[in-house]
């Protein structure tokens, strides 16, 4: 069974969040996610003048995930400005979904979890 080296995963995301573009709320989120091939990808937050407009910090990743040549995720860490863990908001869920597997490891403040529990019923590309 692989391993995850969460206190990685959580150093590369408070390193993310610390790059996050959070004028308007003042709540830099970064997250940082380990690929099946053993890769690295993070993202954070950008916030716009025009609020409705902001990017997650997932949506960074996932770009950034894209980018360098798309695999699966295989866990994800997510922290506020205190490095505590974050859930992924609704949106982010379902974006993630499609770059994940239903075991795909998530770490909450309850400890690590996974995507079917974080996001039941989901809908994905064989639901079209």
């Not at 380990?34 to 716009?48: F, K, L, P, Q």
């Not at 994800?76 to 597997?101: F, I, K, M």
Request: hydrophobic share 40%; aromatic share 8%.
């Amino acid at each position: 069974m692989d391993t995850i080296d969460w206190e990685r995963l959580k150093t590369e995301a408070i390193a993310a969040m610390k790059r996050a573009y959070a004028p308007y709320s003042n709540f830099p989120v970064g997250v940082a996610a380990e690929t099946a091939d053993g890769r690295i990808v993070t993202g954070c937050n950008v916030e716009n003048a025009s609020y409705g407009i902001g990017l997650c910090a997932e949506c960074g990743l996932i770009s950034n995930l894209v980018l360098g040549g798309r695999t699966l995720i295989k866990a994800v860490y997510c922290v506020d400005a205190h490095g505590n863990p974050l859930s992924p908001c609704g949106r982010c869920r379902q974006l993630l979904w499609e770059h994940s597997t239903p075991d795909t490891k998530f770490m909450t403040s309850d400890g690590p979890t996974n995507l079917s529990s974080l996001l039941p019923w989901a809908f994905g590309p064989e639901n079209l």
